[in-house]
């Protein structure tokens, strides 16, 4: 995967963190091979035009070894992507290449649903080659996700070792470390000569997370130093083979000479790069900055909320949101006889131990079952409001501690398509401040059920569906529904507890702030400490909440605008077909139609709603 793949792939699904399982079984190979998916011969228009759809998602998935272990594919499973304007040129040469197919195809002779696939790939290709002149207009080493990072947590959450095989290409991939870090370095530099370089509060993360990955057993000879976490999961997931433990042994020396010889060279070598480009990095941190950066901005919030709101549009509507969601939460207030201002409820909020499980092992434990416990509630009542459901199982995991003090507060990972690996909600369990308990409620529905598990894993094992559209993604599609699934559970009676119901509103008010500061930062030039005190005067959250977001904000220019923007476009449309078909509304149908035919841009989305509103009227 190049840099400029790789970078719009985890911009447009953070939270999914890109971190599916790679224990693939044959069948799984043979369910994703590029063969079969052309194998019959196309009779019909739309059958050629499905065909090529498989081609084409085939064609990209083969180019990357990253994205094959993403589908249990393990044809490239010593290998890493290239990622270098070379493989940048090739991704380029390949969508113009699949778009000049696709024009191809008579869309006068497609059924409906493979018309939808073909408007629906036709727009993926021709963004993507419009985009291409963005290449560099991003930091392929942030804190929020990078190459420095991406190397341990791939290995440890996606290369799965059930065989010799598997843990001789898990070792090739250490020894590809310093190649691949040589390349990020190359991506970084490009962009340095360009003057696109991280604002100066990046530096201190990403050589921080750099330092926490060669930290510890086998980069030290200290007889007291745990496990480095590179090496902790490579010794874990070889002690499961059913091999001898001479075989074991032999593995465990390659993977250590890897580890020592290659991998921390590489570590040191861009440790040393980043600690020089640091001198150069300022405090400036719009997108504003970069080459024709309004231009850029603009279009990514076109692509991120795929709507044509200006920045003005997106910033005043936050504005309006934050009011109403602050009048709510006065009437909580209210409610449990909180005498203050709002402010005064929210520091109540913010410092009471009440709210909090204790910064310890046990309590972070406890914080983990009862996320666990609230997802089980909810599971239980699905078929209250759902008449699909998905298929694979959910955990709920820490997250690692390698990227804890970096990461994101949540996050989802998808489930790995053969079933060997479930979805995944990860808390960010580092700072216990920063998770109170009023907030569990709605961030489990958002992570897990019924949200991203509901809608990721349901798109993934859609039948009929191309796997573009299975495995692809709009972040206002998929951001909008995991905030309205924080609502709707209300409606069915969930967040009993007033102070759980504030937590409710405390997430969404965070989603409306953020509209209010993306476009704060990147269109009307506000500073990052002009932007967290905005989050710190209007919501409840810690203030490493804040600075968190703020430099989320920063690193990934619009992504955060799509939480509120498709929330707001689904309980239109609900609001929409309610109003229209009046009894005959079941909101389990409603869920249906959003889902059934995985992630679309919103207009894609309301169209179906009205198709549906006229089959039904």
Not at 143 to 149: A, K, L, P, V
Not at 559 to 579: C, E, F, H, N, P
Request: net charge negative; hydrophobic share 40%; proline share 4%.
């Amino acid at each position: 995967m190049s840099i400029k793949t790789n970078i719009s792939l985890i911009t447009l699904s953070l939270s999914l963190a890109l971190s599916t399982s790679a224990n693939a079984a044959p069948t799984s190979i043979a369910q994703l091979s590029p063969s079969e998916s052309v194998a019959h011969k196309a009779q019909s228009e739309s059958e050629k035009a499905n065909a090529l759809f498989e081609s084409i998602f085939m064609e990209n998935v083969m180019a990357s070894p990253i994205s094959q272990t993403h589908l249990g594919i393990k044809t490239d499973y010593d290998k890493w992507d290239e990622m270098s304007d070379a493989a940048d040129d090739a991704a380029l040469a390949r969508d113009k290449k699949h778009l000049a197919q696709l024009q191809q195809i008579d869309t006068s002779k497609l059924d409906r649903q493979t018309l939808l696939s073909y408007q629906l790939l036709t727009q993926k290709l021709e963004q993507s080659i419009a985009d291409d002149k963005w290449r560099y207009h991003n930091y392929p080493v942030n804190q929020m996700y990078g190459g420095h990072s991406q190397i341990a947590s791939f290995l440890i959450n996606q290369h799965q070792i059930g065989s010799v095989a598997d843990a001789k290409a898990y070792i090739s991939r250490l020894q590809g470390v310093p190649k691949r870090l040589s390349q990020l370095q190359t991506a970084l530099e490009i962009r340095e000569n360009k003057g696109i370089i991280a604002p100066k509060f990046v530096f201190p993360y990403v050589i921080n997370d750099s330092k926490n990955i060669i930290s510890g057993a086998p980069f030290n000879n200290s007889a007291n130093s745990d496990d480095s976490a590179l090496w902790s999961d490579f010794k874990r997931k070889v002690a499961k083979l059913e091999i001898s433990d001479s075989d074991k042994d032999s593995l465990l020396r390659e993977a250590k000479a890897a580890l020592i010889n290659d991998v921390k060279p590489a570590y040191d070598k861009l440790i040393a790069y980043m600690t020089k480009l640091e001198t150069k990095a300022d405090t400036r941190d719009g997108a504003w900055k970069f080459p024709q950066g309004d231009t850029f901005y603009n279009n990514a919030l076109a692509r991120t909320t795929t709507t044509d709101m200006t920045a003005t549009e997106i910033h005043e509507l936050g504005l309006a949101e934050v009011a109403r969601i602050h009048s709510e939460m006065r009437a909580i207030m209210k409610k449990v006889n909180f005498e203050g201002s709002l402010n005064e409820f929210f520091k109540f909020m913010r410092e009471d131990e009440q709210f909090y499980y204790a910064n310890t092992t046990e309590g972070r434990q406890d914080y983990l079952n009862e996320a666990t416990a609230l997802i089980d509630t909810m599971s239980s009542r699905l078929d209250e409001v759902f008449k699909i459901k998905p298929k694979a199982p959910m955990i709920v995991k820490q997250v690692e501690a390698f990227r804890e003090k970096s990461a994101g507060k949540a996050f989802y990972s998808n489930p790995s398509p053969d079933g060997s690996r479930p979805g995944t909600y990860y808390a960010n369990l580092y700072d216990m401040k920063a998770m109170p308990k009023y907030q569990m409620e709605a961030l489990a529905y958002h992570e897990g059920t019924p949200g991203h598990h509901m809608q990721i894993a349901i798109a993934q094992e859609l039948e009929g569906i191309p796997k573009f559209r299975k495995f692809g993604g709009y972040t206002a599609y998929i951001e909008g529904w995991g905030l309205y699934s924080e609502y709707f559970p209300k409606e069915m009676g969930m967040y009993s507890d007033p102070y759980s119901d504030f937590g409710r509103l405390a997430m969404e008010l965070w989603r409306a702030c953020r509209l209010v500061v993306d476009t704060g930062i990147h269109a009307k030039k506000w500073t990052r400490e002009e932007s967290i005190e905005y989050y710190v005067s209007n919501t409840p959250n810690a203030k490493s909440d804040a600075v968190k977001m703020v430099e989320r904000h920063i690193v990934m220019p619009s992504q955060a605008t799509a939480y509120k923007v498709g929330m707001i476009k689904l309980l239109a449309l609900r609001d929409k077909a309610q109003q229209a078909l009046g009894d005959k509304f079941d909101i389990r149908d409603f869920h249906t139609i959003v889902l059934k035919n995985g992630p679309v841009p919103l207009d894609v989305l309301e169209s179906e709603i009205d198709l549906w509103i006229e089959q039904s009227s």
